[in-house]
């Protein structure tokens, strides 16, 4: 029996858990193809919802889940329901999706109690992220003890970053000590960003200019293929404005409001957090409303656009200047940066001294939601070629999971 017959049912189960949800999807491996896909949430809190979808086949409904090995109970028992696993021994790895690996990790890795101390070590550094993955993980060992579990971090990527672009102006002893520093996030999408754009473009030293934009929204410059900038820091709070985040403001904020409303911080940061970037200045977390208020002339929502953009357009420019002027690519990507056709006009509209042009006709017909998802949006003049692509963050967790896994699992089925 080859390999690749071995394999052939080797399915891996990736997961992105937060406090109260877990997402999963099922990859067939190694044909990368997504059998299902769904969410568990409100975990804990009442009447949990949960959905699962598989080909043009859709379930979802309501009932109490406890905590996260219980929502992993019920992930395994649809997906038996519906066939798109016939037995348990089918999933061989678990790949989980962590926000932060530190300076240590590079690259995913095999969780083992090393990593899983780790994960909670630097829980100090992922308040909001990490108890939500390590309750996941450890609804994953319950559910399914024979998988082979995966750490995949969105910190990984940006470990090639070179201290010039990751070290802060302040106090060494902070960084030696309580490891600030600029680590990045999104490594996982501005990863698989990178590995399209250089089969599309046939080399594998790309300089591009990655543009993340969704909820959470980064930037990275990307110099031969390798991470060299990005926009977020020490956490997913820095950078550019976004849905709900302020981005970088002048941290003095923090303690101004602290005096004048007796914020403690851990309010002011859920105020920067949760309640900042559009919805903040325009009442609407998501860019549809923000664009639609905007369009009936709410001055509020028109700011907000025109913030946001400028935001995005000053780090391209920022980045092109890193990127010694040459630049392969612009890409957009995630919900918005995929779909939004008049955010992505906006942005370019900004950089016209840098002769980017935008074609009106190529935008307005790529979107998630139409026939055309991809394709190149800016005019044949322009001095540099801006892009679409749509990103597959669970495909990249598949893919590592995978080459980390695959031997493993044959060593069990000889």
Known sequence: MNKNTELENYKILVVNAGSSSLKFSLVKMPEETIIANGLVGRIGLGLSEWKLT?????????????????????????LLEVKAINNLNE?????NR????????????????EVLNDIKDYTCLGPLHHPGELLGIEGGKKALPDAIQVATF??????????????YPVPDEWYDEYKVRKYGFHGTSHRYITETMQNILGKREVNIISCHIGSGASIAAIK?????????GLTPLAGLMMCTRSGSVDPSIIEYVARRSGKNIEEIMDDLNKKSGLVGMAGFSDWRDVEENAKNGDIKAKLAIEM???????YIWQYVRE?????????????????????RFKVIEKLRLLNIKVSEEENNKIAGFKDVKQGIISTRDSSIPVYVIPTNEEIMIARETYDLTKEKVLKKTR
């Open 323 to 343: 990127l010694d002027g040459r630049v392969d690519a612009i890409v957009f990507t995630a919900g918005i940066g995929e779909n939004a056709a008049y955010y």
């Open 91 to 95: 999933i061989g790895a678990i790949g």
């Open 98 to 113: 962590v926000l932060h690996g530190t300076s240590k990790y590079k690259s995913s890795v095999i969780i083992n109690d």
């Open 224 to 232: 031969n293929g390798k991470s060299y900038d990005t926009t977020m």
């Open 54 to 78: 598989k080909n043009s086949q859709k379930m979802s409904g309501e009932l109490k889940i406890a905590n996260h090995s219980e929502a992993f109970n019920l992930m395994i028992n649809k």
């Open 308 to 314: 946001i953009t400028e935001s995005a357009a000053n």
């Open 154 to 167: 969105d910190t990984a990527f940006h470990q090639t970053i070179p201290s010039i672009n990751y070290c």
